[in-house]
């Protein structure tokens, strides 16, 4: 059985974006996109929602071939479209990249993909991660952290409909004020 990880850069008050889809608070250091680069290499399948595809898609595509690129970015754009994708979204038709597009159920897709063998899954989207979450699909969170407040926007966590126990596995803080706290659901 996979494993389903959700974890995206949030801000202190709790948002993936501000208002507006601003995301220009979150701007990681070489190192935390290194920590970034190294967990997208050990994932095995990435889950988007549309949102979020649309952002990465419009990007890494291409990310490599910017004249400012760190390496880091090199092998995250290369890494990127090698990685097997699945995008969840009733309003795109078709996505490149080596990616495929659900337009059905997504927790009864997510479900299916647990069954399988193979490396973790990371499911990005808040909308789509709230799904998983409320089905109960998300083994892990990995929350990172960053020092500002924006006071509305995109939430990193959804309602649900009852509690869940987690464990503190790690924490460990980057450059800039940036923390990252990972937890395990308890099952």
């Given at each position: ?105 997504a927790v009864a897709e997510i479900t299916r993909l647990k069954a399988e063998d ?26 990172v952290t960053h020092p500002v407040l924006v006071g509305a926007g995109t939430p ?27 937890y395990e659901t308890r099952r």
């Open positions: 059985m996979r494993k389903l990880v959700y974890g995206m850069n949030l801000t202190l008050d709790g948002y993936v974006a501000a208002p507006g889809d601003d995301i220009g608070w979150g701007v990681p250091s070489d190192e935390l996109f290194q920590w970034w680069l190294d967990e997208e290499l050990a994932t095995g399948l990435l889950l988007y929602g549309r949102k979020l595809w649309e952002a990465m898609s419009s990007h890494w595509p291409t990310g490599d071939q910017q004249p400012d690129a760190s390496p880091a970015q090199v092998e995250f754009a290369r890494n990127w479209r090698d990685t097997p994708k699945v995008v969840f979204s009733s309003q795109i038709e078709r996505a490149d990249w080596n990616t495929r597009v659900v337009t059905g159920d193979g490396g973790p899954m990371r499911v990005g989207g808040a909308m789509l991660a709230g799904a998983a979450m409320r089905a109960g699909l998300v083994d892990e969170y990995t929350i990193f966590f959804t309602a649900l409909d009852s509690w869940v126990d987690l464990n503190l596995v790690e924490t460990r803080t980057f450059p800039g004020g940036v923390v990252l706290t990972r």
